[in-house]
């Protein structure tokens, strides 16, 4: 099946303990990218990666870091959190097509973190 | 200037009534996509429809549909005969540019709840 994995999909953790939400895609595709959801403000990007070593920082990247060793696979980390990063995250992910319905973004489940 | 508008809050309709979600958008790139996704109450994002800028037809799929003013910047969600399942928040989105796998710019929601 086709899909976007989040892990874990629930977390509380306490200020200044760092921690990863891992992504994985099955699908092949080039590009992924992480989202938070915050309550009356919609999704917003926080960093994305167009491919394999190649990330850059999306509209609310502070706090955040990011790698894309493998294609598959693009982890969150968050080094030293805080209450303000309490929040729904998202990672996506599409192909790199030519546009047009097929570069829809495939959404994962998210994850709700706390941070105390 | 919010770049995705979502001006309704909260809808109520009942079932089997169609309805309409309001969504403007403001760009100045002659290519781009606008996208529905909807988030029911488990927190997952389900894509629904997607409009490209240079189609000539509105789009649809099963009970959804777009309609599509070009020139108004308007990309409203109708969905046809409404169903409990339907009650869910609802994201109007856009990608600005040819470039595919760029960032989903999203509107704040809106809040559909379908009544029996």
């Known amino acids: 099946e086709a899909q976007v994995t989040q892990n874990p999909r629930y977390l509380i953790t306490v200020t200044g303990k760092k921690l990863t939400v891992t992504c994985s895609q099955n699908m092949n595709h080039e590009y992924m990218s992480w989202y938070r959801q915050d309550p009356g403000l919609g999704l917003r990007q926080i960093y994305y990666?167009?491919?394999?070593?190649?990330?850059d920082k999306g509209d609310v990247p502070e706090g955040y870091k990011v790698s894309r060793k493998e294609k598959r696979n693009f982890p969150l980390i968050l080094e030293s959190p805080s209450p303000n990063q309490t929040s729904l995250y998202f990672c996506a992910s599409s192909p790199r097509s030519v546009g047009g319905a097929a570069e829809t973004q495939y959404f994962g489940p998210g994850t709700r973190l706390l941070v105390l | 200037a919010q770049k995705i508008t979502q001006t309704q809050p909260g809808m109520f309709v009942q079932e089997k009534e169609a309805v309409t979600l309001d969504c403007t958008y403001d760009t100045s790139d002659p290519s781009y996509g606008l996208f529905w996704y909807k988030q029911p109450s488990s927190g997952e994002m389900i894509f629904l429809i997607y409009q490209g800028s240079y189609d000539q037809q509105n789009a649809t799929e099963g009970r959804y549909s777009l309609n599509f003013q070009k020139a108004r910047k308007s990309a409203n969600l109708v969905i046809s005969a409404s169903q409990l399942g339907d009650s869910a928040m609802y994201f109007c989105?856009?990608?600005?540019?040819?470039?595919?796998?760029?960032?989903?710019?999203f509107g704040k929601g809106t809040t559909l709840s379908v009544s029996s």
């Open positions: 989105a856009m990608r600005e540019g040819v470039q595919a796998g760029t960032a989903l710019i």
């Open positions: 990666s167009m491919n394999v070593e190649v990330t």
